[in-house]
């Protein structure tokens, strides 16, 4: 039995979660306290990089999604995709659809998303060509 799509949507919440735990990472490699004051891009100019988590993650979610689309032994995709799920909704503000946050991401409908992917070189095309248009340049995210 499959649960609500939940699972597989990012909200605006847990994309500031994985950008705070990176901040974390790099303060930890770094030794430097939280008591010391200083900035994020004060932390990340001495480092010398910029922060890659957040586009690393959707960059292997828009990777799965070409991968799942051409297995042919479950229609698991298509499912997702169609939103038809066992689960009942819960109160509150409807969960972002999965396709909504895919669509987002390539700037293509379904229909399309289903037919490129099948195709690995082209699906791999538009992985790499989405995720270098959302990616921040380091020298911007360092201010």
């Not at 699972?7 to 974390?24: F, G, N, S």
């Not at 994020?40 to 990777?63: D, F, I, M, P, Q």
């Not at 289903?114 to 538009?126: A, F």
């Amino acid at each position: 039995m499959l649960y609500g799509c939940e699972t597989w949507t990012m909200r605006k919440a847990d994309e500031l979660k994985i950008e705070a735990a990176e901040m974390w990472f790099f303060r930890r490699l770094l030794r430097v306290s939280w008591k010391d004051r200083r900035t994020n891009g004060n932390v990340l100019a001495e480092k010398g990089t910029g922060r890659t988590l957040l586009s690393l993650v959707k960059e292997r979610r828009l990777k799965y999604i070409g991968h799942a689309e051409r297995n042919t032994k479950t229609d698991l995709m298509k499912t997702i995709f169609e939103g038809k799920t066992e689960a009942k909704r819960e109160r509150g503000r409807p969960s972002l659809a999965y396709v909504d946050q895919v669509s987002k991401a390539t700037g293509l409908k379904l229909q399309s998303i289903s037919q490129k992917s099948q195709d690995r070189v082209i699906w791999r095309g538009i992985v790499k060509s989405s995720c270098a248009a959302a990616n921040i340049n380091p020298v911007d995210a360092a201010r």
